[in-house]
Structures are given as structure tokens and as C-alpha cells.
């Protein structure tokens, strides 16, 4: 098994640049989380998708951020326009359907200049 | 879900057990404790969750006690691998639930 695979794994980008994040989960897991880290405000839960659809986005921090999940095996985290507070480790996870742990993918790096 | 009071550091000599104390003095009779782990840049991971009874897998060993008001992971051999930061979080098993990390204990294995 290949685990969560997140793409790409480092990300530099100028401020006002769209900045694009993605996500395979496990297969056969029907849930799907973003989170995002950094040092001021540690582990935060972004949003996140039950059989590819959004239940809670409320850790959303404003609308430049969206996140879709087209299909079970793929999603997508945006960032419209980047702004350099944006800039942390992005993580996602995915939990199986009979289980209730979170399996994360190693994150990528976002670095807004 | 319910809070959880964590000590921000703790260190532990290699070969000997880490014993990483949880206060949850809150938690409600349906909610489950879990331990995660964050090694330095990687994802968090899972290592081992129980309800009231005593749990153990390959990685660690719950010990829940009576009053559900607290809990202690044990890793009973550290090693410098397990050096990461250490999440107590209580929660209710249910696929509507999610996970709120706290700020965990840093735990450093020296040689």
C-alpha cells in the first residue's frame, strides 16, 4: 500500500500566484481531511469529505481557499490568490470506513514570497 | 470532544520505558482516547486508541484509568526514533467526528 501521496512536496510561489495542492487517498478509505501546520498555530483542521463530500469546512480560513473532491481517489486543495501568511506544511489524511484513525500523507511545503 | 492537559516536554533515556501522562477529565462516557505522533517533517501518525480498558499493539501500550479522567502511553523500549511530538486527543468514534490536535508533549530519547 502505497499510503496518502500528496503532490507536489515542496511549493514556492510569489504572492497573488494560484497555488494548487493534491491528494490520493488510500483506496477504500471514504473519508478525506486537510490540515494545515505551522509553528504560531500548530495542526489545524482545514475541512474535510465523507464519500467525497464536504461536512465540515469551517477551518476554512477565508475564500481564497477552496477544496473539491471530484472522485474517491483525488482531491484538491486551492489557494486563490497566495498570499505569504499561507505559507506552512499542508497535510491530508484519510480514514477508512470501518475505522475511526487517520492515515497522513508526508505534506507538502508551501512557501509564499 | 473533550479537552486534554498534556506536559509540553518530556525526555526519556534509550532502552528504558517512555511513560507520556494525559489529563482528560472531561471525557464523556462515549468518547474514545487516542494517541498520535509527529516525527520531525513527516505527517502525524496513528498509534493506538481505547474506550476504558487497557489497550496494547506493537508500537505502545494504553493504560486508561478507572475514572477515565486520565491516561499514560507507554513505548516500553525507546528508542532515538521514537523522539516526535506526542498527541493525546479524546473523541467520540463516530465518522462525523474529526480530530482537534492539541500542542502535545515533545519527547526526546537521549543516547
Known amino acids: 500500500d502505497a499510503g496518502v501521496i500528496q503532490s507536489p512536496r515542496h511549493e514556492v510561489t510569489e504572492m497573488g500566484q494560484e497555488v494548487t495542492l493534491r491528494c490520493k487517498p488510500i483506496s477504500g478509505h471514504n473519508s478525506l481531511f486537510w490540515y494545515r501546520q505551522t509553528m504560531m498555530r500548530g495542526l489545524e483542521l482545514l475541512i474535510y469529505?465523507?464519500?467525497?463530500?464536504?461536512?465540515?469546512d469551517s477551518g476554512m480560513p477565508e475564500d481564497r481557499f477552496s477544496a473539491k473532491m471530484p472522485n474517491a481517489s483525488f482531491s484538491t486543495l486551492k489557494i486563490q490568490p497566495s498570499e505569504p501568511r499561507d505559507s506552512a506544511v499542508y497535510f491530508c489524511?484519510?480514514?477508512?470506513?470501518?475505522?475511526?484513525?487517520?492515515?497522513f500523507g508526508p505534506g507538502t511545503r508551501l512557501t509564499v514570497t | 470532544d473533550a479537552k486534554t492537559t498534556q506536559p509540553p516536554s518530556m525526555d526519556c533515556a534509550e532502552g528504558r520505558a517512555a511513560n507520556l501522562p494525559c489529563n482528560h477529565s472531561t471525557i464523556s462516557g462515549n468518547e474514545y482516547v487516542y494517541w498520535y505522533r509527529q516525527i520531525h517533517s513527516q505527517g502525524p501518525q496513528y498509534i493506538i486508541h481505547g474506550l476504558k480498558n487497557n489497550e496494547t499493539n506493537e508500537m505502545a501500550s494504553l493504560i486508561i484509568t478507572e475514572d477515565r479522567k486520565s491516561s499514560t502511553l507507554i513505548l516500553p523500549h525507546a528508542t532515538l526514533r521514537d523522539t516526535a511530538v506526542y498527541y493525546c486527543?479524546?473523541?467520540?468514534?463516530?465518522?462525523?467526528?474529526?480530530?482537534?490536535f492539541g500542542s502535545g508533549t515533545r519527547l526526546s530519547i537521549r543516547p
Open positions: 469529505f465523507n464519500n467525497n463530500v464536504p461536512i465540515d
Open positions: 486527543i479524546v473523541r467520540v468514534a463516530s465518522s462525523a467526528s474529526k480530530i482537534i
Open positions: 489524511a484519510s480514514r477508512p470506513t470501518s475505522g475511526y484513525e487517520q492515515y
